[in-house]
């Protein structure tokens, strides 16, 4: 039977750690977080791909049969890995701009990916009702009401900053783990433009010496873009 299709009892809610049968004959204690850290080691050490029941069973040393009274199935598991990743919140104080929360929260976002690089795709394909990511777009519409925007508007806009989110979130990682070392030189990459011939291609051999900044500075700048665009949708 498939790791997907296996069934158990739900896995939601508190469980009682339960001590499970382990390679040697000693028993191991598990419970849903004891699971869900042995799975974050796996794949912060070996990949996403990496992760299965029976190898969190080998992190932890016990029988991964065990792991189906805690989670009904690798899925399960995955959301549960996805979901931690937002359950931390940024410290806004609500007496700030709503600036300056803006900003807060939205350095909080793009963090969560590049903190768990290999959790990025994973995290950014999970539903929106999830609930830990429910309470992350309160927060982020609630920014966006205080600084005057209709419900209306606050809806269009926060889409607009949540696939700027997580879309710089997945090119930074890109840019981390991409084969060719090339792709993350900045300054390799302005010094080939540089070189451009000035006569075929005047505005990129123009540029060469403003273009790759860092990854940090371009997000900022985007940021700069989004409030002023929330500004003036106010405004309106």
């Not at 995955?78 to 350095?107: H, K, Q």
């Not at 793009?110 to 690089?117: D, G, M």
């Not at 696939?163 to 997945?170: D, E, I, K, P, W």
Request: hydrophobic share 45%.
């Amino acid at each position: 039977m498939a790791e997907g299709d296996r069934s158990a009892p739900a896995g939601g809610g508190a469980q009682r750690a339960a001590e499970a049968p382990a390679r040697g004959g000693r028993r191991v204690r598990l419970d849903r977080d004891a699971i869900v850290v042995a799975a974050e080691r796996v794949v912060s050490a070996e990949g996403l791909d990496a992760l299965s029941m029976r190898r969190i069973g080998a992190e932890l040393g016990a029988d991964p049969t065990a792991l189906y009274r805690h989670f009904r199935n690798k899925e399960e598991l995955l959301v549960e890995l996805a979901g931690r990743s937002f359950a931390e919140a940024p410290a806004l104080d609500p007496a700030d701009d709503w600036r300056v929360r803006l900003r807060a929260e939205l350095r909080h976002e793009l963090e969560r990916y590049r903190v768990h690089p290999e959790l990025a795709t994973l995290i950014a394909r999970q539903p929106d009702d999830e609930p830990r990511l429910v309470r992350m777009n309160e927060r982020l519409l609630a920014i966006l009401a205080d600084a005057g925007l209709s419900p209306a508007d606050a809806a269009r806009l926060f889409h607009v900053i949540e696939n700027f989110v997580v879309g710089s979130g997945l090119y930074a990682t890109l840019l981390e783990h991409a084969p060719d070392p090339r792709v993350a030189d900045r300054a390799a990459m302005r010094r080939v433009y540089a070189g451009l011939d000035g006569e075929t291609l005047p505005h990129a051999a123009a540029a060469a010496p403003h273009l790759f900044p860092p990854q940090r500075e371009i997000f900022e700048a985007g940021v700069d873009l989004l409030v002023a665009a929330i500004e003036r949708a106010a405004a309106q």
